[in-house]
């Protein structure tokens, strides 16, 4: 591992603003952010981007960025504190243990931006709109919580489009492209790094905004168009 690196890790450390794996904060928020205001998820933040651009348009909201490399939350959460930001935090931690870290109801709404699509279908149930995440985030939501992915990916696009309509989602909005919008919205404006590198490339941004539902998901019984296709073997 670099220097550079090593010393982003022994920093993040020491930020206020960055919990790396906490115990015992499960329904707590509130007192960690001294506020009862809402809390919203941003997924495999990467450099938080989202997480503060969010944080800098919702003064009363509290947003939580949550990755696993220490290495990149130390930009955003270094960003916070420069600005002073202290509706915004970050968590280093599987996005698989989310219910270690939050009760039943504490979260707002969750934001997935530019994941990894894991285009390989044997590697389908990594996509962090995969019915097996979808069941993890679904107890963890308040009532009338919303789940947001921006992409890049059409196959991602796609495939949470077929698990919207397998699962029996409430689909909220469905913009294929959001940059041809006549005015695009100031929450869609946030542009992460990623984004920023995708439209200098000419590819286009889509998005999704859905709800699940009050009932409780058993992502093994959500059968999906694309994974019968695959039955009798894989790419």
């Given at each position: 591992m670099g220097q550079k690196k090593l010393q982003r890790f022994a920093e993040i450390e020491t930020f206020p603003n960055v919990l790396i794996y906490p115990e015992g904060m499960q329904g707590k928020w509130n007192e960690y952010f001294k506020?009862?205001?809402?809390?919203?998820?941003?997924?495999?933040c990467g450099?938080?981007?989202?997480?503060?651009?969010?944080?800098?348009?919702?003064?009363?909201?509290?947003?939580?960025?949550?990755?696993?490399?220490?290495?990149r939350i130390w930009r955003g959460a270094k960003t916070a504190l420069d600005e002073s930001l202290n509706n915004v935090a970050f968590l280093r931690t599987q996005i698989e243990k989310l219910?270690?870290?939050?009760?039943?109801?504490?979260?707002?709404?969750?934001?997935?931006?530019f994941p990894d699509p894991f285009l390989r279908k044997s590697k389908s149930k990594k996509r962090l709109t995969h019915p097996r995440f979808l069941q993890l985030y679904q107890p963890l939501?308040?009532?009338?919580?919303?789940?947001?992915?921006?992409?890049?990916?059409?196959?991602?696009?796609?495939?949470?489009?077929?698990?919207?309509?397998?699962?029996?989602?409430?689909?909220?909005?469905?913009?294929?492209?959001v940059y041809a919008l006549p005015e695009v919205p100031a929450l869609l404006k946030i542009q992460t790094y990623y984004e920023g590198m995708h439209l200098a490339d000419g590819r286009t941004i889509r998005y999704l905004k859905f709800r699940l539902p009050d009932t409780p998901l058993n992502w093994r019984t959500i059968k999906l168009p694309s994974d019968e296709a695959t039955v009798g073997g894989e790419d």
């Open positions: 506020n009862n205001h809402p809390v919203t998820l941003e997924l495999a450099k938080g981007d989202y997480t503060l651009g969010m944080g800098r348009l919702f003064k009363d909201q509290n947003f939580i960025g949550v990755d696993l490399k220490g290495n219910d270690n870290y939050f009760a039943p109801g504490e979260i707002r709404d969750i934001w997935i931006t939501l308040a009532t009338g919580a919303t789940i947001n992915l921006k992409t890049d990916s059409p196959e991602l696009y796609a495939f949470t489009q077929e698990v919207i309509a397998a699962a029996g989602l409430t689909l909220i909005e469905d913009i294929p492209d």
